[in-house]
Nanobody
Framework: QVHLVESGGGLVQAGGSLRLSCAAS????????MTWFRQAPGKEREFVAA????????IYADSVKGRFTISRDNAKNTMYLQMDTLKPEDTAVYYC????????????WGQGTQVTVSS
């Protein structure tokens, strides 16, 4: 079992930036693909980005492509989400998880970190 803890959320003005972190403990972090999802109030949880176990490949939702960058540091058991040019519609709770990109199957969800973008 992998235990995940997100951090780095906060309140930022539109056009600003935030960097989220997802720290892992437990089973070997580098064995897993990892992902970020988000959930806005009253909406379904939606995919944001994912990264392969070795960081060699990344995928993004169209809504964040070109603005967000996912990365990981296996030596630090940590994954990141650099969010630039933030928009009010990026406001959500952001969650990280481990799993398999090939089947888009993820689990061991963290508790989430709130991102609020003001206009």
């Amino acid at each position: 079992q992998v235990h995940l803890v997100e951090s780095g959320g906060g309140l930022v003005q539109a056009g600003g930036s935030l960097r989220l972190s997802c720290a892992a403990s437990g089973r070997t972090f580098s064995n897993y693909d990892m992902t970020w999802f988000r959930q806005a109030p009253g909406k379904e949880r939606e995919f944001v980005a994912a990264i392969t176990w070795n960081g060699g490949s990344t995928i993004y939702a169209d809504s964040v492509k070109g603005r967000f960058t996912i990365s990981r540091d296996n030596a630090k058991n940590t994954m990141y989400l650099q969010m630039d040019t933030l928009k009010p519609e990026d406001t959500a709770v952001y969650y990280c998880a481990v799993g398999t990109i090939a089947t888009m199957t993820f689990g061991s969800w963290g508790q989430g970190t709130q991102v609020t973008v003001s206009s």
